[in-house]
């Protein structure tokens, strides 16, 4: 009998984790095809590029693949191919499931509890990657394959022959942010893969950006076959042109791994001319996630810091070394990272986590000022999610899912 109690019990807490009803909604936006064509008519694409030299790279490319369990990926050829030419990074984690929440985490430190890939919104007082950049006048951008133009705001686009995925919102990590899309200026820096095309010619790229391929080419529709042969054949040209490659670094990642009951690693290589040639084809142990997208753009470039989940990450090598920066160990053994947890987008009733404003980065920098005065007031809550300064709450609840799960399978 209490058997039968708990496993229902189980049952009902793993389907309905936190009740239903009280998560928070947004209503969505998809213009039909004539209201695209009337807003793409109107939109403004804005070519910046500045030279603010890094303290190890001056260009950083960020390229998102999907949903691939990491022996997968690492086996496919076409990405030995590309593994020979850069670092592969074998202990590289995703942060939770299923898309958007890796995509909204990577820009902004935290996913806010976000468990959905729903159209959402995160409010005009949190920060993102873009006001670190802008701090210091580092060009940035965002190039999306099939983005009908310039900043739009639709939930997808459909290929308009076939019907079939093309665009879609849960794949861009700035555009739900309040603080990029209320600005102009930020939406017109969002752009399609032909604004890439031309801004690659005019040698006007920006110096820090994101690459999302449509829904066939980056494996979400497809495999792991078409995602890495698009991966290599997109990179292939971009290796061998020495404007593209002077002093840039390249991630290629996954945004997640494809079954949720395992670890979620994901395989990821960094290329690029900043890779030295001794290092080519070599494997590097430390533990990284996509928090460390946001700390090594702040140690790169000696910015401040969001206050989030940005502040304690581990930095890639290549800037880790010459920033004199020492990444830490974690310990992964009990870290599967495929749950969400309490908080702002799953429970409505709890408010937005405060980022930590006497927060000091890994390059020694403080909180941007802005996210200062903005949160001055608010008691910083938590980290969720820290891995190096874990509270005794985030440890032990990481610990007692697990060994709930683990015991409700072996009874
Ligand atoms: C929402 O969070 C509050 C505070 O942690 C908790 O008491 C409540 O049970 C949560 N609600 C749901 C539906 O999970
Ligand atoms: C494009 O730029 C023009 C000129 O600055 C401005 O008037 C217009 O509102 C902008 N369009 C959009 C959609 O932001
Ligand atoms: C995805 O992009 C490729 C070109 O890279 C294109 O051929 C294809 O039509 C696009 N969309 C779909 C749904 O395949
Ligand atoms: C709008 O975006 C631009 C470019 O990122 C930035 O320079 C500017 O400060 C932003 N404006 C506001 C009010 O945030
Ligand atoms: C977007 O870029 C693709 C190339 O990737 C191109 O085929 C398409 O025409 C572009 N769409 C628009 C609206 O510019
Ligand atoms: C998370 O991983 C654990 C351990 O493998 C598994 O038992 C559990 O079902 C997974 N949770 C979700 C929500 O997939
Ligand atoms: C960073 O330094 C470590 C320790 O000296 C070395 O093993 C590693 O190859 C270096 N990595 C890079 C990318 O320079
Ligand atoms: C790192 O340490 C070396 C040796 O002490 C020093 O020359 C260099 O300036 C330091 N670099 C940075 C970015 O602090
Ligand atoms: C990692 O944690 C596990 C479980 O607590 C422990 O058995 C193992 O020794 C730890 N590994 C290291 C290298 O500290
Ligand atoms: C906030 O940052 C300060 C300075 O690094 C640190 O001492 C403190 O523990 C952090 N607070 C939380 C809640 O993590
Ligand atoms: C941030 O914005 C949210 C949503 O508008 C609001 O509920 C919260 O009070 C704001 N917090 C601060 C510190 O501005």
């Given at each position: 009998m209490?058997f039968?109690?708990s496993?229902?019990?189980?049952?009902?807490?793993?389907?309905?984790?936190?009740?239903h009803?009280?998560?928070?909604?947004?209503?969505?936006?998809?213009?039909?095809?004539?209201?695209?064509?009337?807003?793409?008519?109107?939109?403004n694409t804005?070519?910046?590029?500045?030279?603010?030299?890094?303290?190890a790279?001056?260009?950083f490319v960020?390229?998102w693949?999907?949903?691939?369990?990491?022996?997968?990926?690492?086996?496919?050829p076409?990405?030995?191919?590309?593994?020979?030419?850069?670092?592969?990074?074998?202990?590289?984690?995703?942060?939770?499931?299923?898309?958007?929440?890796?995509y909204v985490?990577?820009?902004?430190?935290?996913?806010?509890?976000?468990?959905?890939?729903?159209?959402?919104?995160?409010?005009?007082?949190?920060?993102?990657?873009?006001?670190?950049?802008?701090?210091k006048?580092?060009?940035?951008?965002?190039?999306?394959?099939?983005?009908?133009y310039?900043?739009?705001q639709?939930?997808?686009?459909?290929?308009?022959k076939?019907?079939?995925?093309?665009?879609?919102?849960?794949?861009?990590?700035?555009?739900?942010?309040?603080?990029v899309?209320?600005?102009?200026?930020?939406?017109?820096?969002?752009?399609?893969?032909?604004?890439?095309?031309?801004?690659l010619?005019?040698?006007k790229?920006?110096?820090?950006?994101?690459?999302?391929?449509?829904?066939?080419?980056?494996?979400?529709?497809?495999s792991?076959?078409?995602?890495?042969h698009?991966?290599?054949s997109?990179?292939?040209?971009?290796?061998?042109?020495?404007?593209?490659?002077?002093?840039?670094?390249?991630?290629?990642?996954?945004?997640e791994?494809?079954i949720?009951?395992?670890?979620?690693?994901?395989?990821?290589?960094l290329?690029?001319?900043a890779?030295?040639?001794?290092?080519?084809?070599?494997?590097?142990?430390?533990?990284?996630?996509?928090?460390?997208?946001?700390?090594?753009?702040?140690?790169?470039?000696?910015?401040?810091?969001?206050?989030?989940?940005?502040?304690?990450?581990?930095?890639?090598?290549?800037?880790a070394?010459?920033t004199?920066?020492?990444?830490?160990?974690?310990?992964?053994?009990y870290?599967?990272?495929n749950?969400?947890?309490?908080?702002y987008?799953?429970?409505?009733?709890?408010?937005?986590?405060?980022?930590?404003?006497?927060?000091i980065n890994?390059?020694?920098?403080?909180?941007l000022?802005?996210?200062?005065?903005?949160?001055?007031?608010?008691?910083?809550?938590?980290l969720?999610?820290?891995?190096?300064?874990?509270?005794?709450?985030?440890?032990?609840?990481r610990?007692?899912n697990?060994?709930?799960?683990?015991?409700?399978v072996?009874?």
């Amino acid at each position: 009998m209490q058997f039968q109690f708990s496993a229902l019990a189980f049952v009902a807490l793993f389907l309905f984790p936190l009740g239903h009803c009280a998560t928070r909604s947004f209503s969505s936006y998809n213009p039909d095809p004539t209201d695209v064509a009337k807003n793409a008519a109107t939109a403004n694409t804005t070519q910046l590029t500045w030279n603010v030299r890094g303290r190890a790279i001056d260009r950083f490319v960020v390229i998102w693949l999907e949903n691939t369990d990491y022996n997968k990926a690492a086996g496919h050829p076409d990405m030995k191919w590309l593994a020979k030419r850069g670092i592969t990074l074998d202990n590289y984690w995703a942060l939770t499931h299923p898309s958007q929440p890796n995509y909204v985490a990577s820009v902004g430190g935290d996913y806010f509890a976000l468990d959905h890939d729903e159209y959402v919104t995160v409010p005009k007082n949190v920060s993102t990657i873009a006001d670190l950049l802008d701090s210091k006048g580092i060009s940035w951008g965002e190039y999306l394959e099939d983005m009908p133009y310039s900043g739009y705001q639709g939930f997808e686009y459909l290929n308009q022959k076939t019907q079939a995925n093309d665009y879609v919102r849960k794949h861009n990590p700035l555009i739900s942010y309040e603080s990029v899309f209320l600005n102009e200026t930020r939406l017109s820096l969002i752009k399609n893969f032909s604004q890439f095309e031309r801004d690659l010619k005019d040698h006007k790229l920006p110096q820090y950006f994101h690459i999302t391929p449509n829904m066939t080419n980056d494996g979400h529709d497809s495999s792991i076959k078409t995602a890495a042969h698009w991966a290599r054949s997109w990179l292939t040209p971009l290796l061998k042109n020495k404007h593209f490659m002077k002093n840039t670094l390249v991630l290629l990642t996954f945004d997640e791994n494809e079954i949720y009951s395992t670890q979620n690693q994901v395989f990821t290589i960094l290329l690029g001319g900043a890779v030295p040639d001794h290092l080519k084809g070599t494997k590097d142990h430390t533990f990284y996630d996509h928090y460390s997208l946001l700390s090594s753009v702040e140690a790169n470039w000696d910015l401040d810091n969001l206050g989030r989940n940005d502040v304690n990450a581990n930095v890639f090598s290549t800037i880790a070394n010459k920033t004199n920066i020492t990444n830490r160990f974690v310990n992964t053994t009990y870290m599967v990272n495929n749950h969400t947890y309490n908080g702002y987008f799953l429970n409505s009733s709890i408010s937005l986590p405060a980022p930590n404003i006497t927060a000091i980065n890994r390059n020694g920098k403080p909180v941007l000022q802005k996210i200062k005065d903005t949160w001055k007031d608010v008691y910083s809550s938590q980290l969720s999610h820290s891995y190096f300064t874990p509270t005794t709450t985030t440890v032990s609840a990481r610990l007692t899912n697990l060994a709930t799960v683990s015991a409700s399978v072996s009874s």
